[in-house]
């Protein structure tokens, strides 16, 4: 697992669109997965500035996004198809066509899990799979005790992630209880994974996913598995990091072959 301690919450998005755009510019027709929340923000941002200024092309790409509420119509401004559409699609200047998310209205959700599933596996897989973690170390929708062999399927949000994602809504119980999630499993056929964090509030999450153990408990340390994860967070999201000076000698010192930021950036 590479580990890049940023000085600012900007810097981490810079740092990780730089190699989800150093992916693209070498595959133009690569396979994205999608994140929501607040921590892949500055990352879209990034991108759009990168694609409105003629620094990268993004009209082949295709996305699957991670995860979608239950329930919630389409257009409801909180469902993921909403939030990918306007967050994601539209400023970066994807291909709406091009563009997934999982279907959390079907009628039969099992068989739309699986569809979703094998739409992935069909355009050979994600290349570079953004995500955030949880403040109970979730990614995706896989709460804690998923399994980290789980593919995309039906789950039944914690009560944690239901409040911190109640700040969507005009009111917590608007919150959706299920969403059709990728699994951990899933999330590891990547051949990239780029997560970030930041802030404090993701300090104990980011320690348990980077330096603690193996477990079901905080479904983030999965991406210790991964051969090719990288995890960019800022100073305070690293606050509990115990080789943290480690991490920033590691990055200093990177090879030329891993300087995916200075070839963005020329």
Request: hydrophobic share 45%; with cysteine; aromatic share 6%.
């Amino acid at each position: 697992m590479q580990v890049v301690i940023a000085d600012s919450a900007a810097e981490v998005g810079r740092i990780a669109a730089a190699k989800v755009a150093s992916v693209i510019r070498h595959r133009p027709e690569a396979v994205l997965g999608l994140a929501t929340g607040s921590s892949p923000l500055a990352i879209y941002a990034d991108l759009a500035d990168r694609v409105h200024s003629g620094r990268l092309r993004v009209d082949a790409v295709r996305a699957f996004a991670l995860d979608e509420y239950v329930g919630l119509p389409l257009e409801h401004p909180e469902s993921y198809h909403s939030v990918i559409r306007t967050v994601v699609t539209e400023p970066v200047g994807l291909t709406p066509e091009l563009v997934n998310v999982p279907d959390g209205s079907a009628a039969d959700l099992d068989a739309a899990a699986d569809a979703y599933e094998r739409a992935i596996r069909d355009a050979g897989g994600v290349d570079v799979q953004i995500l955030g973690i949880g403040a109970n170390g979730h990614i995706g929708f896989n709460e804690p005790t998923s399994s980290f062999a789980s593919r995309t399927r039906i789950k039944t949000l914690a009560p944690q992630t239901r409040a911190d994602n109640a700040r969507f809504f005009a009111s917590p119980d608007e919150v959706p209880t299920h969403c059709v999630t990728q699994g951990l499993g899933t999330i590891l056929d990547a051949r990239q994974l780029v997560l970030v964090a930041t802030g404090a509030s993701k300090a104990d999450a980011v320690h348990a996913m980077v330096e603690g153990p193996l477990s079901s408990m905080c479904p983030g340390s999965a991406l210790q598995l991964h051969p090719h994860a990288m995890v960019v967070v800022d100073e305070a999201a690293a606050a509990r990091l115990e080789l943290a000076d480690y991490y920033r000698y590691t990055h200093a010192n990177r090879p030329a072959w891993q300087r995916f930021e200075d070839e963005e950036l020329s």
